[in-house]
């Protein structure tokens, strides 16, 4: 794949607009208070489904990135995570005969900053884990991990455990960048962690980016992306500084005026994707990159490729189960939300033994919806004869609406929309939430300022 013959600024400033990432559909703006710990009680008994992913959602940092947009808890205090874990544990074995029947294939552990337990408390938390749930032995279990205050055996800790998936925040190794942030990091360090991980095969290690953050030029991001390359990590993200300061205090430590133009944006991502593509990665999606012989990628390549709120996944055939505060849960044909507030968490466990606070039942139109935009998120095209098979519709009158939305971007040749597929071009690839939005039957009745620009 190469960049520049489909990387064209002008459609995507012409299509850039707020709209949904799509990790879930509906999105969460749609989850209503209504919805109850009943509602998930039935949906894990009703749930065809035996297999799972759990999500556990540890909030505390040890120090504030204003550009965080995460649920999270600013604290020094490690014990304070010893009390959040005694909480977290009687979730889990609330849910336990509930998730009797379900073998559990993947574990992760994100914030938050998951790393802020001890060794010890990580000990803990996976004893209580295999106690409670039928753990199966080639499970993926992956933690996120901040590279400061940790040593470097806390990799081997990691390892000894049952880890064999970390995922490190870089986000950019310029010192400009990092103290405007509030996220000073050694990357010498960084890559003793990568290197670590592969000596003692550990299994799969992440490095997230970010573009568009404060001081951010090309000439110093290509200098990240070169020492990211280096470490030659199995996985890259790659995401969007998405300011939003009326939303999230923290990012109103960040002046507008230290941040790159939209047309400077456009210039960083366009490098990035360049130099990780001409590195040999493969692009997964909208802003993710993989090795090829990475399972993403080669789901991806058998068209298997799956999205929710952990980001791309193969494990499309699992129920999400979510613990801990403000974590999501998609079972079956419903989504749930915990407690987003620690205390209103602590206080819902201890006189329910659940936070369940909001969610939505999908109706049968949601998951037509839903199926479409997850091919389009993922497989950048939807097969309606395949969508006429499974849901027993006649798509092109089924999404006639939908369709007469998505003129403009066929009349600009973005869009293939066939007999039996509709195809989106790899020029249109970045403008994927914009495409996706024409089939989202509830994105007329949300305020769409409460999402980031698509690019």
């Known amino acids: 794949m190469?960049?520049?013959?489909?990387?064209?600024?002008?459609?995507?400033?012409?299509?850039?607009?707020?709209?949904?990432?799509?990790?879930?559909?509906?999105?969460?703006?749609?989850?209503?208070?209504?919805?109850?710990?009943?509602?998930?009680?039935?949906?894990?008994?009703?749930?065809?489904?035996?297999?799972?992913?759990?999500?556990?959602?540890?909030?505390?940092?040890?120090?504030?990135?204003?550009?965080?947009?995460?649920?999270?808890i600013v604290t020094r205090h490690s014990e304070k995570a010893d009390e959040?874990?005694?909480?977290?544990?009687?979730?889990?074995?609330?849910?336990?005969?509930?998730?009797?029947?379900?073998?559990?294939?993947?574990?992760?552990?994100?914030?938050?900053?998951?790393?802020?337990?001890?060794?010890?408390?990580?000990?803990?938390?996976?004893?209580?884990?295999?106690?409670?749930?039928?753990?199966?032995?080639?499970?993926?279990?992956?933690?996120?991990?901040?590279?400061?205050?940790?040593?470097?055996?806390?990799?081997?800790?990691?390892?000894?455990i049952g880890f064999n998936r970390i995922s490190i925040g870089v986000q950019d190794i310029d010192p400009k960048v990092q103290k405007a942030i509030n996220r000073v990091q050694s990357t010498d360090f960084i890559h003793a962690l990568v290197d670590r991980v592969k000596e003692i095969g550990m299994g799969s290690v992440n490095l997230d980016l970010i573009y568009g953050l404060p001081h951010q030029s090309l000439t110093a991001f290509a200098q990240t992306l070169d020492r990211v390359?280096?470490?030659?990590?199995?996985?890259?993200?790659?995401?969007?500084?998405?300011?939003?300061?009326?939303?999230?205090?923290?990012?109103?430590?960040?002046?507008?005026?230290?941040?790159?133009?939209?047309?400077?944006?456009?210039?960083?991502?366009q490098m990035a994707i360049e130099r990780l593509l001409l590195a040999g990665y493969v692009m997964i999606g909208m802003d993710h990159f993989a090795k090829p012989s990475d399972e993403l990628a080669v789901a991806q390549a058998q068209g298997k490729l799956h999205r929710n709120f952990q980001g791309y996944t193969t494990h499309s055939h699992c129920d999400l189960v979510g613990f801990g505060v403000s974590s999501i849960s998609h079972i079956g044909d419903i989504f749930s939300q915990n407690r987003k507030d620690l205390q209103g968490y602590y206080a819902n466990i201890r006189e329910a033994g659940n936070a369940v606070c909001r969610g939505v039942k999908l109706t049968v139109d949601d998951q037509i919806r839903g199926y479409v935009i997850g091919q389009l998120m993922c497989n950048l095209s939807v097969n309606k004869t395949r969508v006429n098979q499974l849901f027993d519709i006649e798509f092109d009158h089924y999404f006639e609406q939908s369709l007469n939305a998505l003129q403009p971007f066929i009349t600009d040749g973005l869009i293939e929309n066939g007999k039996q597929q509709i195809h989106v071009s790899a020029r249109a690839r970045f403008l994927i939430r914009s495409i996706c939005m024409s089939f989202d039957a509830h994105i007329n009745l949300q305020n769409t300022q409460r999402y980031s620009r698509v690019m």
Request: charged residues 20%; glycine residues 2%; aromatic residues 12%.
């Open 229 to 269: 390359i280096e470490m030659d990590a199995d996985r890259i993200s790659l995401f969007n500084y998405a300011h939003m300061p009326d939303r999230f205090a923290a990012q109103r430590k960040i002046r507008d005026h230290w941040l790159p133009s939209t047309e400077q944006k456009l210039e960083l991502m």
């Open 2 to 72: 190469n960049i520049t013959e489909f990387f064209e600024p002008n459609l995507v400033k012409k299509y850039d607009s707020n709209g949904p990432r799509y990790t879930s559909y509906p999105t969460a703006l749609s989850f209503h208070d209504s919805f109850v710990n009943d509602d998930v009680i039935k949906a894990l008994k009703t749930t065809p489904n035996n297999k799972a992913s759990l999500y556990f959602h540890i909030p505390f940092c040890h120090s504030l990135c204003y550009y965080c947009a995460c649920n999270k």
């Open 84 to 160: 959040y874990l005694q909480f977290l544990f009687e979730e889990m074995s609330n849910r336990q005969s509930l998730l009797s029947r379900h073998k559990v294939q993947q574990v992760h552990l994100g914030g938050g900053t998951p790393s802020f337990l001890t060794i010890q408390q990580l000990t803990n938390f996976i004893a209580h884990l295999h106690r409670t749930f039928s753990i199966e032995q080639d499970a993926e279990i992956s933690i996120e991990i901040d590279p400061r205050n940790l040593p470097l055996d806390y990799i081997n800790h990691l390892s000894n």
